[in-house]
């Protein structure tokens, strides 16, 4: 069975730093791009960053260009999301994907393995 379990969410206060883990388990995603994306109350899920498999190609979000900064250790199955600088408007809940097929994509439809998400809530 495929899991994708995400761990370091949380409350901090704005300008603070959160580091998100998730760990796949079950299967490797060996040329595969992996991603965090988010979902705020009442909201659309959008896209936050992706990695391609070699962590050589990396795509952010405008909104938190400079600030965040994805990461992958394919050796551990794991990606990371460090966020810094972080403000009250990056609060919601950061779901970590994995994609089967070749490609770098942004949509969440192209992602086809999910985590159950991890809360993250910036104080103002």
């Known amino acids: 069975q495929v899991q994708l379990v995400e761990s370091g969410g949380g409350l901090v206060q704005a300008g603070g730093s959160l580091r998100l883990a998730c760990a796949a388990s079950g299967r490797t995603f060996t040329g595969n791009s992996m991603g965090w994306f988010r979902q705020a109350p009442g909201k659309e899920r959008e896209v936050v960053a992706i990695?391609?498999?070699?962590?050589?190609?990396?795509f952010y979000t405008d909104s938190v260009k400079g600030r965040f900064a994805i990461s992958r250790d394919s050796a551990k199955n794991t990606v990371y999301l460090q966020m810094n600088s972080l403000k009250p408007e990056d609060t919601a809940v950061y779901y970590c994907?994995?994609?089967?097929?070749?490609?770098?994509?942004?949509?969440?439809?192209?992602?086809?393995?999910w985590g159950q998400g991890t809360q993250v809530t910036v104080s103002s």
């Open positions: 990695i391609s498999w070699s962590g050589g190609t990396t």
């Open positions: 994907a994995a994609r089967t097929d070749l490609g770098l994509f942004t949509t969440p439809r192209a992602f086809h393995y």
